[in-house]
């Protein structure tokens, strides 16, 4: 079985590139042209006998650009270019009004690193927060599984999080794979 790992989106003169979120053998790329948006899968990476299938990120939508590498194994390494999107329409205007919303209006704890993020501390237990939930330094929020070693991830102001909040909701589900800044959990100021 393979597992579905979300491509990295980064945003450079008003190009979008997506980028390897491993290192390993790229195949089965799209070709030039061809239309891609948030969950479509967009080549696979072959990796230490592994299969990864990549997955378009939220906010990635476009038509591809570049053409497909020469190479049906082409060996790429974690965050190099594997496609650069031209936007489509009115999607970049939509997508800046949208980060700029979310900028304003939710606040969004980041995982710190890439790796698989659980809501509970086991199968059988609840989930560490429910909505509403009070928030201060040093509240578990989940775990982060790299390698199957399980670290807390505890909730911690920083200037872009309120040193006292609350809990909103799961913006991933439990046991999903993150990458390292990928929006983990929603929380609102506390009153």
């Not at 993020?117 to 929020?141: C, M, Q």
């Amino acid at each position: 079985m393979d597992r579905h790992v979300e491509l990295l989106l980064s945003k450079e003169d008003g190009a979008l590139r997506l980028r390897s979120p491993e290192v390993g053998l790229f195949t089965c790329a799209l070709v030039r042209g061809s239309l891609v948006a948030p969950g479509a899968r967009a080549g696979r990476i072959l990796a230490l006998g592994e299969t990864i299938t990549l997955v378009v990120p939220p906010g990635a939508m476009g038509r591809i650009v570049v053409d497909r590498p020469e190479r049906v194994h082409q060996p790429v390494g974690y965050g190099d270019v594997i496609y650069e999107l031209e936007p489509i329409g009115d999607v970049a205007a939509d997508e800046a009004a949208s980060e700029e919303q979310e900028q304003a209006s939710d606040l969004v704890l980041r995982a710190p690193y890439s790796g698989r993020f659980w809501h509970r501390p086991a199968p059988s237990d609840p989930p560490f927060l429910s909505p509403g939930d009070p928030l201060g330094a040093a509240t578990t929020v989940g775990l982060i599984e790299v390698m199957k070693t399980f670290t807390h991830l505890a909730y911690g102001s920083s200037r872009a999080l309120p040193a006292s909040a609350e809990f909103v909701r799961y913006l991933v589900e439990d046991g999903a794979e993150v990458s390292e800044g990928s929006p983990l959990i929603e929380v609102r100021a506390a009153t």
